[in-house]
């Protein structure tokens, strides 16, 4: 795209790149001390509670914590079941060792910081191609976009498995350009990393790698004769494949994490593909990704053109994979993060490049730079005031507290569960702030007839001293489990952000309740 050289504004361009970067580093600390359960909070705890064992298992302590409080913590962070590698976990211990406490800020910082690295990775990719226009609207959606500002502070490990995922894509894209050791290597281990963190990335960077290499090398004969292509394959696969034979045949750990993943029968549902664009419009925005795919059909570089042709065919691949997760859970569209920056660099180039000869001819060549620039500080703004509001839009801060308390005064003792609870985070708060757990209520009675439905509710309140809701908006959507409660509980305390009822697991219910106000 020589053409683009238009559009290039020189010093002004790279401090609208640096100024774009400074901005999505500052958006990213805003309510820092807020704890993790602004977004996906039963993830992030998952996360936080096997870091927290780790770190207890190596000799860490607690302020605060007897050693009772520590062995339970211990205890229920090994108890935790894995799927990926606990890779953000283990290195979050060893960020609590030197700071002496769990701080749960540090594996936000740390989540931030390998986002940001992945900046650096993307930059490589637009480099050289794509005019200073183009890298400011890839380097915008990446680092402003308000999902992907929520998604890098979270204690997951997404942010690590993008920037790497990213820096592979890089290294791939030298690799089709000059066919070198040194890119064919780099690409291994950053592909071979990524797979490990996240094992479903294996569909998009798998089949990226696939189209490159048979763009590159121009028949399968060829590709299989190369010793850099196995290289790259077997270091792509070989990290993530010795963890899951290990977990699921030898060991043993894995297995029942795999079962109910893969729901092939959706595939057949109109709802299933509702669903799934419904996941990326709320992610990214559908006229987002529409221009974003407009923009990876006008890449002219063959090389570059398949890499990201295959990883959109890989992405297709992992939500047929994954389709009950791919339609219900909105961060399973953080690997579009590549796809959608670069596409979209180069849509706002192609677009800029357009205006720059129209421009051009009418002796105006400053006017579509002008508008294009313009359109996409317009677009960082209002980017920047929709994350900010929505970080501050919830104060998370007396939740630990809230947890600690309800835990010594309604389930005093750490081996029974005494609790049902109706939980935003599925009682992950109550497990790490209060180290108990609680029997999760589901909502499934609802759509049953009264009878069966007083039956379920009776059964599973059986034995069980109160019921919690803290999802107050699941809470009133549910009128069955409110009658019931009123019926047979008492309704014990009342707070914002939280409901708790004692339950009566007598024969006879009560003649009266004064329960009406919840």
């Not at 007839?449 to 039956?455: G, I, N, Q, T, Y």
Request: charged share 20%; hydrophobic share 50%; aromatic share 12%.
């Amino acid at each position: 795209m020589n053409e683009t050289r238009h559009l290039s504004i020189g010093r002004s361009g790279r401090a609208a790149l640096i100024l774009i970067f400074l901005i999505g580093a500052a958006l990213r600390f805003l309510d820092f001390s807020n704890p993790p359960l602004d977004f996906h909070p039963a993830r992030q705890l998952h996360s936080a509670l096997i870091a927290r064992g780790f770190y207890l298992a190596d000799g860490g302590t607690l302020p605060g914590w007897g050693a009772a409080e520590r062995d339970e913590a211990r205890i229920r962070g090994e108890q935790e079941l894995w799927i990926e590698p606990p890779v953000m976990e283990y290195i979050s211990a060893k960020l609590y060792a030197l700071a002496g406490d769990a701080d749960l800020r540090l594996p936000r910082a740390l989540a931030i910081l390998f986002w940001l690295i992945g900046a650096a990775g993307l930059n490589r990719i637009c480099r050289g191609w794509l005019s200073d226009v183009g890298r400011a609207a890839a380097f915008a959606l990446y680092l402003l976009l308000p999902y992907g500002v929520l998604v890098s502070r979270s204690f997951q490990p997404e942010a690590l498995m993008t920037a790497l995922t990213i820096f592979a894509l890089a290294m791939l894209g030298d690799w089709t350009e000059r066919r070198s050791w040194g890119a064919a290597i780099l690409t291994a281990v950053f592909a071979g990393a990524a797979v490990y963190v996240k094992q479903v990335m294996i569909f998009p960077i798998g089949f990226a790698l696939g189209f490159a290499v048979l763009s590159t090398c121009g028949s399968i004969r060829k590709a299989f004769a190369s010793a850099q292509v196995w290289l790259m394959a077997l270091m792509t696969v070989g990290p993530a494949a010795a963890y899951n034979v290990w977990g699921v045949w030898i060991d043993g750990f894995l297995r029942q994490q795999y079962q109910g993943r893969f729901v092939f029968s959706e595939w057949f549902s109109v709802g299933f593909y509702i669903r799934w664009l419904r996941e990326i419009d709320a992610v990214f925005g559908v006229g987002l990704i529409a221009a974003a795919l407009i923009g990876l059909a006008l890449i002219r570089r063959p090389g570059l053109r398949w890499i990201w042709v295959g990883y959109l065919v890989g992405y297709a691949a992992y939500g047929f994979a994954l389709p009950h997760h791919i339609g219900t859970h909105d961060y399973y569209q953080t690997p579009l993060f590549p796809l959608a920056s670069v596409g979209l660099g180069v849509f706002a180039d192609s677009v800029g490049t357009v205006a720059a000869r129209i421009e051009r001819a009418r002796g105006r060549d400053w006017l579509g730079r002008t508008m294009i620039a313009g359109a996409i500080a317009l677009g960082c703004g209002w980017m920047i005031v929709d994350t900010a509001t929505r970080l501050g839009r919830t104060d998370f801060r007396d939740a630990p507290e809230r947890y600690r308390r309800i835990a010594e005064r309604y389930d005093p003792y750490p081996n029974q569960i005494n609790i049902v609870g109706l939980m935003d985070d599925y009682g992950a708060g109550l497990m790490y702030w209060g180290l108990r757990t609680a029997m999760i209520w589901d909502g499934s009675v609802e759509a049953l007839p009264a009878a069966e439905a007083d039956r379920v509710l009776r059964e599973t309140m059986n034995n069980r001293q109160y019921f919690i809701a803290t999802d107050m908006e699941r809470f009133y959507q549910q009128p069955r489990l409110q009658q019931w409660l009123q019926a047979h509980g008492e309704l014990m305390e009342r707070e914002e952000g939280a409901l708790v009822f004692r339950i009566d697991n007598g024969d006879d219910a009560p003649e009266e309740r004064t329960n009406e106000a919840f």
